[in-house]
């Protein structure tokens, strides 16, 4: 069957001029061959649709593999935890990032107790000044500015310098090691990082116990020795993590262990100075920074 392609009447197939407008029919396509396109058209579009879906499935299964994939990676990570709290000195397999991720998190915790103790020690420190006041003042408006707060640029100072100076003594030591092991030493810096921090992952709990007890709200002299002693076990853990990962060795090489241990402890000493001194500059600031605003925003 033909069609007009000017009234779009439909005409038979031995029909040559429309019965309605005279037009010439001999050069339109029958009926059959316009239905194919329209057939064709409609193909194309289902497939096209398919495709579209095909996408949206395989994007959906992309992210669900990614989801299962950090899954995976936390639970890896948990298992290397628990199997480094367990035995530190029988070292795991894990992925590259264990071994910075935990001397983060132990940075992120200390750093958060030094942070909610300092705030706690400016908060002390506003109401001692509005009691000393108050006994002198019979006006209650001869107050000290009380909404003093350590800002986000404290916290990420500490967590930096003590991140940095942990994979610097680690950076030496690895060095020391080379020196110390000969060609001997295959391992890779990022590998050697993972199994000191495998050495030392239970720097991690005492830290975490040092957070809960800033965090805890009192104060007093069990508080303070019991933060006394948490910190000398972790300078005592962190001492012997990074003397092992010199010493510990299958064959030494030109520069004997001793040798070894004691320059890497010399330098890892120097370190420690300079983080130290660093961290208790920026105490310093903060609380220059405490006494400018009380007094600035007091009376």
Do not use: H, P
């Given at each position: 069957m033909k069609i007009c392609p000017k009234c779009l009447s439909k005409m038979k197939?031995?029909?040559?001029?429309?019965?309605?407008?005279?037009?010439?029919?001999?050069?339109v396509e029958p009926q059959a061959t316009v239905d194919t396109a329209q057939q064709?058209?409609?193909?194309?579009?289902?497939?096209?649709?398919?495709?579209?879906?095909?996408?949206?499935?395989?994007?959906?299964?992309?992210t669900s593999i990614d989801t299962q994939a950090i899954q995976s990676a936390l639970q890896g990570y948990w298992s290397w935890l628990l199997g480094s709290w367990k035995s530190p000195f029988k070292a795991q397999k894990t992925?590259?990032?264990?071994?910075?991720?935990t001397l983060f998190l132990e940075s992120l915790f200390f750093t958060l107790g030094i942070g909610h103790g300092t705030q706690k020690a400016t908060s002390a420190a506003t109401n001692a000044a509005n009691s000393f006041l108050g006994a002198f003042s019979s006006s209650n408006s001869s107050t000290y500015n009380s909404t003093y707060s350590v800002g986000?640029?404290?916290y990420f100072a500490i967590i930096l310098i003590i991140l940095i100076a942990a994979v610097?003594?680690?950076?030496?030591?690895?060095?020391?090691?080379?020196?110390?092991?000969?060609?001997?030493?295959?391992?890779?810096?990022?590998?050697?990082l993972n199994r000191l921090a495998h050495y030392s992952s239970s720097i991690l709990l005492l830290t975490l116990v040092f957070f809960l007890i800033a965090i805890s709200g009192s104060v007093g002299l069990v508080s303070m020795l019991v933060i006394s002693i948490l910190l000398i076990l972790i300078s005592l853990v962190w001492t012997i993590t990074i003397i092992c990962g010199v010493v510990q060795l299958e064959n030494g090489g030109q520069l004997?262990?001793?040798?070894?241990?004691?320059?890497?402890?010399?330098i890892c000493m120097?370190?420690?100075g300079i983080a130290v001194s660093l961290v208790v500059s920026k105490l310093g600031d903060t609380a220059g920074s405490f006494i400018s605003s009380m007094f600035g925003g007091g009376l």
């Open positions: 197939d031995d029909v040559n001029f429309c019965t309605k407008c005279g037009t010439k029919l001999t050069d064709q058209s409609q193909s194309n579009s289902t497939d096209g649709s398919e495709q579209t879906n095909n996408t949206k499935q395989a994007q959906a299964a992309k992925t590259k990032y264990a071994g910075i991720l986000f640029g404290f610097a003594m680690i950076g030496i030591a690895f060095l020391i090691r080379r020196a110390v092991g000969g060609a001997a030493v295959t391992e890779t810096f990022i590998d050697y004997d262990r001793i040798y070894g241990a004691v320059i890497t402890g010399v120097l370190i420690e």
